[in-house]
């Protein structure tokens, strides 16, 4: 028989729904309205411009394209030999707080890469406690011997690297656990030791998977831009800011961008295939429990070693200065408008937040009930601006919005003698415009997964039972969505709290954040007093690991799925 | 009796494209009716447009004497008051199974709804789990509450869509037995959709075999087995093979195992090329029978053999033969002819499932 016949019956009610629907039609606006900072980026690599790129070809390009490779590279290599290893040691191997260490490991992603930089700058800068150690010691004083310098590109592949090695372990070790137990097994009866096991069959097997997990790390990577900001390193992001900003340039900075975009798009194509690759490395469906082995002594000490290290230098070691600094400070620090900026930056994510889990949940819907090729594409492109550095972003928001206030103010001065000035360039609705397009992703995959969990035959079984679609909705929908929608809410939540080149570019005048706060702090020398807005952003990022690292404990096979 | 369904002439088209073709049958309060075919012949497009999810091109659905479903007119699924089962349970996971099943009982308050939750976890033996949520059952459970859900407002009609198929093989026939008994101690009429003839014969009162979208045979299991109307339904019900043979009078047709006798349809004339019917139980083994075939294969049931045979001319026939008589591969062993029912199709006319 060519088909089954539910598939006949789902294409025919798919097909049924082709025709306009304003559901639909509002979902395609929608999409094609956020994906317009990409579309204005992209075009800008179209309008011709031979005398900018001569330009910065002559003088700039070249050291940002090495600089940027320079860092993946650096930040590459060192992320895997963070994150493979006590992948495989916490899922193959039990001994003491590895149970702990599992879900410890996560904890740096509670960190954004900026404040690991600021805090380590604290720490082994001339007069932070290192040094000023060093030097009561051994008697010599400051130019006598040599320390190596932080704000360097290697003290930024450092900085990167500690906080971003748990997209490597987190995709690494699901990998090692989606491993069938049998292919270990197997290799282990053809006289494969357990190293040999782990370099011939374990590690090769999750290749694609570690690939996924690099190549994350190394659009994060691109996409940072308060740590080489501070560090002075003339990457892709420093400098968009520097030519829009210091040159005034905005044209060669959209080129900059789409050029910083390409790269990004590379490195999304590599995961994209990686990803398809992962498909054919399934070994076997038989899962068994994996058996984790027991170490002892001295394999156990290694082991906690090599598991705890990227603890302590992504969590540990800067979250206690940034405790022992906020201390210090927080009486000077603490004041009225601290709460004020505390206000503005809760206020601000809250409403980013219920504001693209309302859209994602619109969207979702459009997609479950008009489903058809026009609607799907158009919710994927909504989802690409999470891969998009915040830079990126902010200048394909500010260039569209700059030349809607300049024609509006232009007409109303030709027809009505009045200036309207800046209407939307600066505002909270510009900034709020960038959010969706960099973090509707977050809600949009949370609330998807979410709403897939409702099968279509429940959707009938309702009907069936009497239930209109709007009981349906109030009783069955709502309430298994609650979850995910909570998820998406402060998925979203922290992210834009955590954001800083975006948030710094669209800002209104005065408007201040957190990561704002930390980010002048730094830039005036003042790395003591960051502490207190940059622990309150740590504290308020581990809420979502908490929350990845009880889906991890819940991820091994044979453990059972609870609501 | 009063009728409880009727079709009149139903078909569906998706893209044009007929999926169900003129299709019409009645079935009476009380029975239980089972839609049998392969998988994508269109039993489960019927099915919901039983229910309301898919509208016909052409045709009525009658539910208890209420014109339901025509061209023009759809009655909405929640107004038809009926129950329906799907494959995978759809329980509401969020519920406990309780709740999943005073989810059906909206209409019913107080004493009442208590009383009937009582009476259906006493008839479907789910007092043991009663409390817990859906993901904590087995498969078999999950499809006794989802079952207790869809009866729980006493439907006019119960519709089930495959409800065994994710489900263990030997849970099956038990199950189906089961909810057969359920079924006919609430007085239910139920249509199932099914593509495995034990399930369907062991639940069903009147049964439909559908090919391709058409609606070859409405009857009795012991019909549609011993009577098949088309070589689709012979073929698709029970094992069997087609033996050529010739008419040779109004009552006799000509094989290479002897002259068969039997009521044969009109129209077949003297001399017409015929394929006969020969079931398992049609070929007795009988060392004394001057007829012999060799065994090609065999199969062991338990009780029985289940013999594959070579006739001389190279037919292969089955033969289901007791299991003491056990006849190694190779050797000719005597069988005769014991056919009770004669069933007959033109051999020129192909009537297999194209």
Redesign the interface.
Same mark, same amino acid.
């Given at each position: !028989?060519? *088909? %089954? &016949?539910?598939t006949?019956?789902l294409? %025919? +009610?798919l097909?049924r729904r082709i025709g306009i629907h304003p559901w639909a039609l509002a979902l395609v606006f929608a999409s094609l309205t956020l994906s317009l900072p990409l579309i204005v980026i992209a075009g800008s690599f179209l309008i011709p411009a031979q005398d900018i790129w001569q330009h910065l070809l002559h003088t700039v390009l070249p050291e940002y394209i090495v600089n940027s490779l320079i860092l993946m590279l650096g930040v590459g290599v060192m992320t895997a030999l963070l994150g493979i290893a006590p992948a495989w040691l916490v899922t193959m191997c039990r001994f003491p707080g590895s149970r702990l260490l599992e879900w410890a490991l996560l904890l740096p992603l509670a960190v954004p890469a900026y404040i690991v930089a600021y805090t380590y700058t604290g720490i082994l800068d001339a007069s932070g406690p290192v040094q000023s150690w060093l030097r009561a010691i051994t008697g010599w004083s400051y130019g006598e011997y040599w320390f190596p310098e932080i704000r360097s590109m290697g003290g930024a592949i450092a900085m990167l690297s500690f906080v971003l090695y748990p997209y490597v372990y987190l995709i690494s070790r699901a990998a090692f656990i989606g491993q069938s137990i049998c292919a270990l097994e197997v290799a282990r009866t053809l006289g494969c030791g357990p190293y040999k096991t782990f370099f011939r069959v374990a590690l090769p097997l999750a290749r694609p998977a570690i690939i996924v997990g690099l190549t994350l790390v190394l659009m994060e990577t691109l996409a940072d831009y308060g740590t080489v900001q501070y560090f002075g390193i003339a990457a892709f992001t420093t400098g968009i800011f520097r030519t829009w900003f210091g040159l005034g340039n905005s044209a060669a900075a959209a080129q900059l961008s789409a050029l910083l975009m390409l790269f990004i798009i590379i490195l999304i194509y590599i995961e994209y295939w990686s990803r398809k690759q992962q498909r054919y490395h399934h070994t076997s469906t038989r899962y068994d429990a994996l058996s984790q082995e027991k170490l002892k002594g001295w394999s156990a000490a290694i082991a906690i070693i090599v598991c705890g290290l990227p603890v302590f230098l992504g969590f540990l070691i800067p979250v206690g200065f940034l405790i022992k600094w906020a201390l210090l400070t927080y009486e000077s620090v603490v004041d009225q408008q601290f709460y004020i900026l505390m206000w503005n930056s809760i206020a601000l994510a809250v409403c980013a937040a219920l504001m693209a889990t309302v859209l994602a949940l619109f969207m979702a819907y459009g997609k479950r009930h008009y489903s058809n090729p026009i609607t799907n594409s158009a919710v994927n492109i909504s989802g690409m601006g999470y891969a998009i550095p915040g830079t990126v972003i902010a200048v394909g928001v500010m260039l569209p919005f700059a030349w809607l206030d300049q024609t509006i103010d232009h007409l109303f001065r030709t027809y009505f003698d009045i200036s309207t000035g800046l209407l939307l360039s600066g505002t909270l609705i510009a900034l709020m415009f960038a959010y969706m397009v960099r973090f509707l992703a977050v809600a949009l995959k949370t609330v998807d997964a979410g709403l897939t =969990?409702i =099968?279509p035959?429940?959707d009938?079984?309702?009907? %069936?039972?009497?239930? =209109?679609m709007i009981t349906l909705m109030r009783? &069955?929908h709502m309430? !298994?969505l609650r979850g995910s929608l909570l998820t998406a809410i402060l998925l979203v939540f922290v992210d834009v709290l955590k954001e800083l080149p975006a948030t710094l570019i669209l800002r209104p005048f005065n408007f201040n954040t957190l990561a704002i706060k930390a980010y002048e702090f730094a830039n005036e020398e003042r790395l003591a007093d960051a502490a207190c807005p940059a622990l309150a952003i740590v504290l308020i990022g581990i809420i979502p690991v908490i929350y990845l690292s009880r889906s991890i404990s819940i991820s091994r096979p044979g453990h059972e799925? +609870? *609501? | 009796m009063n009728t409880a369904l009727e079709l009149k002439n139903i078909s569906v088209a998706f893209d044009q494209r007929k999926v169900i073709n003129a299709i019409s049958f009645v079935l009476n309060e009380g029975d239980i009716g089972c839609l049998l075919g392969p998988s994508g012949c269109g039993k489960t497009t019927l099915l919901r447009t039983i229910a309301g999810f898919e509208a016909p091109l052409e045709g009525e659905v009658w539910i208890r004497g209420v014109r339901v479903s025509d061209r023009k007119y759809l009655v909405p699924v929640e107004q038809r008051q009926i129950g329906m089962v799907f494959q995978d349970s759809a329980l509401f996971p969020h519920m406990t199974v309780r709740e999943n099943i005073a989810f059906g009982l909206q209409q019913m308050h107080g004493r009442q709804k208590e009383e009937r939750i009582t009476e259906l976890v006493d008839l479907l033996e789910i007092s043991e789990f009663l409390h817990k949520y859906p993901h904590r059952l087995s498969g078999g459970q999950q499809q006794r509450v989802a079952l207790g859900r869809a009866i729980a407002s006493r439907p006019r009609i119960l519709l089930l869509d495959e409800p065994f198929a994710s489900l263990d093989f030997e849970l099956r026939e038990q199950l189906a037995q089961e909810v057969r008994n359920v079924l006919k101690q609430d007085g239910i009429t139920a249509v199932l959709v099914s593509h495995n003839q034990l399930e369907a014969f062991a639940m069903a009162d009147i049964v439909g075999v559908i090919n391709d979208g058409r609606l070859l045979q409405w009857d009795t299991a012991f019909n549609l087995y011993h009577r098949p109307v088309t070589a689709y339904v012979a073929d698709f019900v029970g094992e069997g093979v087609f033996l050529s043979g010739k008419v040779i009078s109004d009552k006799e047709v000509q094989t290479e195992l002897g002259t068969i006798t039997g009521t044969l349809s009109l129209g077949l004339e003297h001399g017409t090329s015929v394929k006969v019917l020969i079931r398992p139980d049609d070929i007795v083994h009988d060392d004394n029978s001057a007829l012999t075939a060799n065994v090609l294969d065999k199969a062991f049931r338990g009780a029985e053999f289940l013999y594959t045979l070579m006739l001389a001319s190279g037919t292969k026939v089955l033969s289901l033969v007791p299991s003491h008589h056990n006849h190694p591969v190779n050797e000719p062993i005597g069988i005769r002819l014991e056919i009770d029912h004669l069933v007959v199709f033109p051999a020129r006319i192909d009537h297999s499932c194209r």
């Open positions: !028989m060519p *088909t %089954s &016949v539910d006949a019956a294409s %025919s +009610s097909n =969990k =099968k035959a429940m009938d079984a309702g009907r %069936s039972l009497g239930m =209109k009783r &069955v309430p !298994m799925y +609870s *609501t | -």
